[in-house]
């Protein structure tokens, strides 16, 4: 398969910026959502403690940013404010060459707005429409219904049930598994403006 890659480009919504996050939000990063336990729960990476957590982070996307197959992260903005609210970025399927996991988080008390539907669906349109990407896969905790409301909000299908393991093997989630087609299956329909 071959694709046009750019790398993390700054994108837009009605309400929301999508761009490339920095060095210096790292303050934002922790106070917004890196730092609360409850927004953390369901995530890979453990709550960070101090902003030295949220600095090694940073490092590793400051790494990652030369390489323009990389979307693992854009910070979610509101376009009224300019306060960077969240985060998700998507990442190559582990033994899946043509398909993209992706994941998302924003702060609590922004939460049931309808921002991570809006942030995940352009990044959908801009992965299929300007990168070339066809599959699509995404996963939530059975105790975190709310991301799967998302993923069914962006026309995915549930394919059954999974398990996942925060990076450090410490906390494990049973899951449900869903998954995004745009080339082979005709049921599944994607409308940007839905
Ligand atoms: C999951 C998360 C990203 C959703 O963000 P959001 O901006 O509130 O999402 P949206 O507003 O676009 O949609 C959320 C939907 O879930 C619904 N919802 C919220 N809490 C719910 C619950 N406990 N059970 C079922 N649905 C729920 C909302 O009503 C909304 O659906 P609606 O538009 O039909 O009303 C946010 O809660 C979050 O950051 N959680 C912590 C991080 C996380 O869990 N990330 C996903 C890891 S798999």
Redesign the pocket.
């Known amino acids: 398969m071959k694709y046009t890659h750019k790398g993390v480009i700054p994108l837009e919504t009605k309400r929301l910026l999508l761009r490339p996050i920095h060095r210096d939000d790292a303050e934002a990063i922790f106070e917004n959502?890196a730092s609360d336990p409850?927004?953390?729960?369901?995530?890979l990476w453990n709550c960070h403690r101090t902003i030295d957590d949220t600095h090694v982070w940073l490092d590793t996307l400051e790494k990652n940013a030369s390489r323009p197959d990389c979307y693992d992260s854009w910070g979610i903005v509101l376009r009224n404010t300019g306060e960077l609210i969240?985060s998700m970025g998507a990442f190559w399927r582990a033994g899946e060459s043509d398909t993209m996991e992706f994941?998302?988080?924003?702060?609590?008390k922004?939460?049931?707005?309808?921002?991570?539907?809006?942030?995940?669906r352009e990044m959908i349109r801009f992965l299929r429409d300007e990168i070339g990407i066809r599959h699509f896969f995404?996963?939530?905790?059975e105790k975190?219904?709310?991301?799967?409301?998302?993923l069914v909000?962006l026309g995915m299908r549930e394919t059954g049930a999974g398990i996942y393991r925060s990076f450090d093997g410490i906390r494990t989630f049973p899951?449900v598994e869903y998954r995004l087609d745009l080339s082979e299956d005709k049921r599944i329909s994607y409308d940007p403006g839905a």
Do not use: D, L, Q
């Open positions: 959502w409850e927004t953390t729960r369901f995530m969240g994941g998302y988080i924003i702060s609590r922004y939460w049931g707005n309808g921002y991570t539907t809006e942030a995940a995404a996963c939530h905790a975190n219904p709310a991301s799967g409301k998302v909000k899951s």
